[in-house]
Nanobody, 124 residues
Framework: QVQLVESGGGLVQAGGSLRLSCAASGGTFSNYGMGWFRRAPGKEREFVAGISRNGFRTNYIDSVKGRFTISRDNAKNTVYLQMTSLKPEDTAVYYC?????????????????WGQGTQVTVSS
Protein backbone atom coordinates (compact mmCIF):
# COMPACT_ATOMS: atom_id res chain seq x y z
CA GLN A 1 0.00 0.00 0.00
CA VAL A 2 1.39 3.36 -1.04
CA GLN A 3 1.62 6.01 1.65
CA LEU A 4 2.24 9.68 0.97
CA VAL A 5 3.18 12.12 3.71
CA GLU A 6 3.32 15.85 3.06
CA SER A 7 5.30 18.36 5.09
CA GLY A 8 6.48 21.94 4.87
CA GLY A 9 3.23 23.85 5.12
CA GLY A 10 2.75 26.81 7.41
CA LEU A 11 1.92 30.48 7.72
CA VAL A 12 3.78 32.93 5.51
CA GLN A 13 3.35 36.56 4.51
CA ALA A 14 2.41 37.50 0.99
CA GLY A 15 5.49 37.51 -1.21
CA GLY A 16 7.15 34.81 0.85
CA SER A 17 8.19 31.28 -0.04
CA LEU A 18 7.59 27.75 1.15
CA ARG A 19 8.78 24.35 0.00
CA LEU A 20 6.44 21.43 0.36
CA SER A 21 7.75 17.88 0.45
CA CYS A 22 5.94 14.61 -0.06
CA ALA A 23 7.62 11.38 1.00
CA ALA A 24 6.34 8.17 -0.56
CA SER A 25 6.62 4.63 0.73
CA GLY A 26 5.20 1.23 -0.03
CA GLY A 27 5.39 1.32 -3.81
CA THR A 28 7.67 1.88 -6.79
CA PHE A 29 7.81 5.67 -6.71
CA SER A 30 9.91 6.08 -9.83
CA ASN A 31 7.35 4.31 -12.04
CA TYR A 32 4.64 6.93 -11.67
CA GLY A 33 3.90 10.54 -12.28
CA MET A 34 3.20 12.68 -9.25
CA GLY A 35 1.06 15.72 -8.66
CA TRP A 36 0.18 18.46 -6.24
CA PHE A 37 -3.40 19.57 -5.69
CA ARG A 38 -4.98 22.07 -3.36
CA ARG A 39 -8.34 22.78 -1.80
CA ALA A 40 -9.09 26.33 -0.78
CA PRO A 41 -11.88 27.07 1.71
CA GLY A 42 -15.25 26.66 0.04
CA LYS A 43 -13.76 25.43 -3.22
CA GLU A 44 -13.20 22.16 -5.00
CA ARG A 45 -9.85 20.41 -4.97
CA GLU A 46 -7.85 21.60 -7.97
CA PHE A 47 -4.74 20.49 -9.81
CA VAL A 48 -1.69 22.68 -9.16
CA ALA A 49 1.30 20.92 -10.73
CA GLY A 50 2.32 17.56 -12.11
CA ILE A 51 5.56 15.83 -12.99
CA SER A 52 6.36 12.75 -15.04
CA ARG A 53 8.10 9.71 -13.61
CA ASN A 54 11.54 10.83 -14.73
CA GLY A 55 10.98 14.51 -14.00
CA PHE A 56 11.48 15.57 -17.62
CA ARG A 57 7.93 16.86 -18.11
CA THR A 58 5.95 19.15 -15.88
CA ASN A 59 2.64 20.99 -16.06
CA TYR A 60 1.12 23.81 -14.00
CA ILE A 61 -2.12 25.67 -13.70
CA ASP A 62 -1.86 29.16 -15.12
CA SER A 63 -2.19 30.91 -11.78
CA VAL A 64 1.06 29.42 -10.43
CA LYS A 65 3.22 29.42 -13.56
CA GLY A 66 6.46 31.24 -12.94
CA ARG A 67 5.96 31.08 -9.15
CA PHE A 68 5.77 27.37 -8.30
CA THR A 69 8.18 24.62 -9.31
CA ILE A 70 7.54 20.91 -8.98
CA SER A 71 10.48 18.52 -8.79
CA ARG A 72 11.25 15.03 -7.64
CA ASP A 73 14.12 12.98 -6.28
CA ASN A 74 13.53 9.34 -7.14
CA ALA A 75 16.46 8.24 -4.99
CA LYS A 76 14.66 9.70 -1.98
CA ASN A 77 11.11 8.79 -3.09
CA THR A 78 10.16 12.42 -2.61
CA VAL A 79 8.37 15.04 -4.66
CA TYR A 80 8.64 18.76 -3.91
CA LEU A 81 6.69 21.91 -4.59
CA GLN A 82 8.73 25.08 -4.32
CA MET A 83 6.36 28.02 -3.94
CA THR A 84 7.56 31.61 -4.29
CA SER A 85 5.85 35.00 -4.49
CA LEU A 86 2.98 33.54 -2.52
CA LYS A 87 -0.37 35.29 -2.59
CA PRO A 88 -3.32 35.15 -0.18
CA GLU A 89 -5.28 33.27 -2.84
CA ASP A 90 -2.74 30.45 -2.58
CA THR A 91 -4.11 29.68 0.88
CA ALA A 92 -5.32 26.08 0.86
CA VAL A 93 -4.67 22.57 2.01
CA TYR A 94 -2.10 21.11 -0.36
CA TYR A 95 -2.14 17.42 -1.23
CA CYS A 96 0.34 15.28 -3.10
CA UNK A 97 -0.86 12.36 -5.14
CA UNK A 98 0.54 9.47 -7.14
CA UNK A 99 -0.69 9.11 -10.70
CA UNK A 100 -2.03 6.00 -12.33
CA UNK A 101 0.57 6.32 -15.07
CA UNK A 102 4.11 7.50 -15.76
CA UNK A 103 3.26 10.77 -17.48
CA UNK A 104 1.97 14.16 -16.35
CA UNK A 105 -1.72 14.03 -15.48
CA UNK A 106 -3.76 17.10 -14.60
CA UNK A 107 -7.11 15.62 -13.64
CA UNK A 108 -8.23 14.29 -10.27
CA UNK A 109 -9.32 10.95 -11.71
CA UNK A 110 -5.79 10.28 -12.90
CA UNK A 111 -4.53 9.75 -9.36
CA UNK A 112 -5.16 6.86 -7.03
CA UNK A 113 -3.09 7.55 -3.92
CA TRP A 114 -3.32 10.70 -1.84
CA GLY A 115 -1.60 12.20 1.15
CA GLN A 116 -3.42 13.73 4.12
CA GLY A 117 -2.57 17.27 3.13
CA THR A 118 -0.63 20.16 4.61
CA GLN A 119 -2.04 23.60 5.33
CA VAL A 120 -0.57 26.64 3.62
CA THR A 121 -1.79 30.02 4.82
CA VAL A 122 -0.65 33.24 3.17
CA SER A 123 -1.40 36.44 5.05
CA SER A 124 -1.78 39.78 3.33
Amino acid sequence: QVQLVESGGGLVQAGGSLRLSCAASGGTFSNYGMGWFRRAPGKEREFVAGISRNGFRTNYIDSVKGRFTISRDNAKNTVYLQMTSLKPEDTAVYYCAQALYAGVISILAGYNYWGQGTQVTVSS
